[in-house]
Every structure is written in structure tokens, then in C-alpha cells.
């Protein structure tokens, strides 16, 4: 059975209530009431399991999470507002001044100015590489090193990572490794591949229809016997994961992040990509399809496709071993200059002109004037955003639609 089929059971199982209401209750309250002063102390403690406040919790982003860790084979999960709420969260949980960042892959606009701009300004350096630096990755750790960042797929260069490699340098070195996997959820499984965090944007293909911003960061067990989280490279642990046990990494996020940086998820958030969750398994391996039969008869029509599912892909090979369930919604199209560009945007019909990615609907963007404007030339070259680069995610609809669509506006 692959991935995409034992999901199908499992999602709609678990969204779905067997009694009562079958859709999953909304409980849009900030606050709880705790009734006496002892259960008011447990619940402070710890030890009686009831809401606190929404901020630290809600019992419908709890069954958002539980639910997400059991997809990744975490051992819990926080749900946040964004995307960029759970990187926040999952980085800013292991950082302090002084340290450093390792992040590999072509990454996200946003992940990059957070490491690049707003951590920088509170003492955390960041390194970047390309996916196959493995050596020079090797090299650049230091004691300091608390973090290595990684994204599944490159967006938008669509380079993909030997993640089991890396995962075995990271966990050589005794440094967490964070995997963005928010562009192949279900298809990879970063902590079976060995990292200790994994991230997403449910913004995107999870909720999948625009209908909810959010986010969440799914933990690994802590092992009983050795660990590298009890190593003295993250000595800073021990006070909030005291008596934690496995469950380490959860109360440490939501101590050190969650609780004085406020990335909260909110309920009617949570219940909207819910409803997304029990429809991924049926989504992503039909988009995941449409996207390889558009992405090579776009090529063979003379278009410039980046996508490794091409043959002449450098990472082609690792898409077919490493990568069998497709690595996403994602295909660029590199229309030689800004003015072609612009002119194959506003002639589609088909496409949406947004920054979102992983919708029902096939959505496009022009690089470098939008998400990545900001950015300097150089920067931009190792993004690998090129003047006439287009980053296309695509939709529900039928491939063959899509295709006579883009040659058209492509004329
Ligand atoms: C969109 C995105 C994010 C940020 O998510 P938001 O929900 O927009 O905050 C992070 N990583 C990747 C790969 C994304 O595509």
C-alpha cells in the first residue's frame, strides 16, 4: 500500500466524530473556566489535562495536531497561525543569541528574510547552501550550530535534497535538523528520513482552497537512552523539559516559543483545514500527476520547464528513487525575460495571479517583481530567480486544459 492509500483511511477516520456531532466541534473560546482553585493548579502544573488559555491551546487545534503528528510519526504537534508561525516557533524554541543556522535549498521568501534579516538582529548567523553542498555543510558546523534547516523541495528552484544524507550529518553532529515539508506532505516523511522537526504551511496544500491561514510543526520522540537534545548543545533545555520525558520537544516550543511569541492557531483555522486534511490523500496524487504530464509535454512543445521530473534535471534520478509519490504542486517556467513573462501572465485564463501555493486552482506568479523584489541580485542568483522566471502550482483541473491554456498564453 503506498502512502497516498493508507492516508485515505486514516484522515477521514480521524477528522470524523462516531457520535455526536460528525464534523469537528468549533470551540471558539480564548478562555476557560478551571471551576476550583486545585484543578486551576493542576491544569498550571501540568498534571490535570484541560484547557489553559487558548494561546497555549485549544481542543480544536488539538485534534489538528494530534492528527498531524500521527501523519509524521511525531510524537506531538503544535499548530500555529502561519507557516511562518511554525518555523518561528520551531527555530526560535532551540535558538539564542550567539548561535547559528545552517540552511540548505532554495528557500522560501519569507523563511529567508527571517533568517537572513530578523534573527540576524538578534545575534543568530545563518549559512546557506546549496542541496548537494554535503562537505562544505559538514565543515560549517560548530558548537554553536543549534539548527539545520532544510526544505523538501526547492521553491522555487525545484531542487531536491538527499534528506537522508543530510539528516545523517546532522545527526553525526548532534545538531536538530527542521525539514519545511509543507510542499510534500505525506509524500515525504522528514522524521522517518531522520530529522527531529518537521514544518508546514497548512496554508497551503493541506487546507488547500485558501480558506484558512496556519501552520504547525510536528516533534519527534525524545529517546529514552542517549539523545542529542540532552547533549550540553542544547544545555538550555533542561529547565522547560523537566520531567517531559519523550514528549520533550512539545513544552519546550510551547515554553520558549509558543507562550511569549504568541503564534497561536486559532479554532475556526484549525477546523477549516481539518476539512482540507480529510481530502489530501485524494488531492496531492492527482495534482501530483497532472503536474508530471504537464510539465513534460510543456517541455517537448519547446517551453523552458523546470521540474525534475525531466530528464534533463540534475536531480532526476533522486525524484525517481527518493521522491516515487512526486515532490508537489510546484513547476516553473522560465519565459527568457520580464517582458514575456508578463505578457504569458496576463494572457493564461486558467491561472490565478497569487502567491499562494497548493490551491485547488492553478495559480501563478511572476518571481522576481513579486515575492522576491526585495531581494539583491545576488541573492536572487542563488534563489535561482531569473528575470523571466514564473513559479506555477497546479490545480484540480484537467491537465489537459491547463496545457492548451499555457501554449496559448505562451505565444
Ligand atoms: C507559504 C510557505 C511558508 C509560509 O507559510 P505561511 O502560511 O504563508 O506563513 C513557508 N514555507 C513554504 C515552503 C511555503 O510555501
Given at each position: 500500500m503506498n502512502n497516498y492509500?493508507?492516508?485515505?483511511?486514516?484522515?477521514?477516520?480521524?477528522?470524523?466524530n462516531?457520535?455526536?456531532?460528525i464534523s469537528p466541534v468549533i470551540t471558539s473560546s480564548a478562555a476557560f473556566g478551571y471551576g476550583d482553585a486545585q484543578t486551576a493548579e493542576g491544569i498550571f502544573d501540568g498534571s490535570v489535562k484541560k484547557?489553559?488559555?487558548?494561546?497555549?491551546?485549544?481542543?480544536?487545534?488539538?485534534?489538528?495536531?494530534?492528527?498531524?503528528?500521527?501523519?509524521?510519526?511525531g510524537v506531538g504537534a503544535v499548530a500555529t497561525s502561519s507557516g511562518m508561525g511554525a518555523t518561528t516557533l520551531a527555530t526560535m524554541s532551540l535558538l539564542e543569541a550567539g548561535d547559528e543556522i545552517i540552511s540548505i535549498g532554495g528557500l522560501f521568501g519569507g523563511t529567508y528574510?527571517?533568517?537572513?534579516?530578523?534573527?540576524?538582529?538578534?545575534?543568530?548567523?545563518?549559512?546557506?547552501?546549496?542541496?548537494?553542498?554535503?562537505?562544505?555543510?559538514?565543515?560549517?558546523?560548530?558548537?554553536?550550530?543549534?539548527?539545520?534547516?532544510?526544505?523538501?523541495?526547492?521553491?522555487?528552484?525545484?531542487?531536491?535534497?538527499?534528506?537522508?544524507?543530510?539528516?545523517?550529518?546532522?545527526?553525526?553532529?548532534?545538531?536538530?535538523?527542521?525539514?519545511?515539508?509543507?510542499?510534500?506532505?505525506?509524500?515525504i516523511s522528514p522524521l522517518a528520513l531522520g530529522a527531529d522537526i518537521v514544518v508546514y504551511s497548512t496554508t497551503k496544500i493541506i487546507s488547500g482552497n485558501a480558506s484558512a491561514l496556519g501552520g504547525c510543526a510536528v516533534f519527534r520522540a525524545i529517546n529514552d537512552g542517549d539523545?542529542?537534545?540532552?547533549?550540553?548543545?542544547?544545555?538550555?533545555?533542561?529547565?522547560?523539559?523537566k520531567g517531559a520525558g519523550?514528549?520533550?520537544?512539545?513544552?519546550?516550543?510551547?515554553?520558549?516559543?509558543?507562550?511569549?511569541?504568541?503564534m497561536s492557531a486559532n479554532a475556526n483555522a484549525s477546523y477549516q483545514t481539518?476539512?482540507?486534511?480529510?481530502?489530501?490523500?485524494?488531492?496531492?496524487?492527482?495534482?501530483?500527476?497532472?503536474?508530471?504530464?504537464?510539465?513534460?509535454?510543456?517541455?517537448?512543445?519547446?517551453?523552458?520547464?523546470?521540474?525534475?521530473?525531466?530528464?534533463?534535471?540534475?536531480?532526476?534520478?533522486r525524484y525517481k528513487n527518493d521522491f516515487s509519490l512526486g515532490c508537489g504542486t510546484l513547476l516553473t517556467i522560465d519565459m527568457g525575460s520580464k517582458e514575456s513573462a508578463y505578457s504569458f501572465i496576463n494572457k493564461t485564463k486558467i491561472?490565478?495571479?497569487?502567491?499562494?501555493?497548493?490551491?485547488?486552482?492553478?495559480?501563478?506568479?511572476?518571481?522576481?517583481?513579486?515575492?522576491?523584489?526585495?531581494?539583491?541580485?545576488k541573492t536572487r542568483k542563488f534563489l535561482g530567480i531569473t528575470d523571466g522566471l514564473i513559479r506555477i502550482s497546479i490545480g484540480l483541473e484537467n491537465p489537459q486544459d491547463i496545457i492548451d491554456d499555457f501554449l496559448n498564453a505562451a505565444k
Open positions: 492509500e493508507q492516508y485515505c483511511t486514516k484522515f477521514v477516520q480521524a477528522v470524523g462516531k457520535e455526536g456531532a484547557p489553559l488559555y487558548s494561546r497555549m491551546g485549544n481542543p480544536t487545534t488539538a485534534k489538528l495536531e494530534s492528527i498531524m503528528a500521527e501523519m509524521d510519526g528574510a527571517l533568517f537572513d534579516e530578523t534573527l540576524k538582529r538578534f545575534g543568530i548567523k545563518t549559512s546557506f547552501f546549496d542541496v548537494d553542498e554535503l562537505e562544505n555543510i559538514k565543515n560549517a558546523i560548530t558548537l554553536k550550530t543549534k539548527v539545520v534547516f532544510l526544505e523538501s523541495v526547492g521553491n522555487p528552484n525545484m531542487r531536491l535534497p538527499d534528506i537522508k544524507a543530510i539528516a545523517a550529518i546532522a545527526n553525526k553532529e548532534g545538531v536538530a535538523l527542521i525539514v519545511d515539508n509543507t510542499v510534500t506532505p505525506i509524500s539523545d542529542k537534545f540532552k547533549s550540553s548543545r542544547y544545555e538550555f533545555m533542561k529547565k522547560p523539559i519523550k514528549m520533550a520537544l512539545i513544552p519546550n516550543a510551547k515554553k520558549r516559543a509558543l507562550r511569549d511569541l504568541g481539518l476539512l482540507g486534511l480529510e481530502t489530501l490523500s485524494l488531492r496531492l496524487p492527482r495534482i501530483v500527476q497532472s503536474v508530471e504530464i504537464i510539465a513534460k509535454e510543456l517541455s517537448k512543445q519547446g517551453l523552458n520547464i523546470n521540474h525534475p521530473c525531466l530528464e534533463s534535471h540534475p536531480h532526476h534520478d491561472a490565478t495571479i497569487t502567491a499562494n501555493i497548493g490551491d485547488s486552482r492553478t495559480l501563478a506568479l511572476h518571481m522576481a517583481s513579486t515575492i522576491y523584489s526585495d531581494f539583491d541580485s
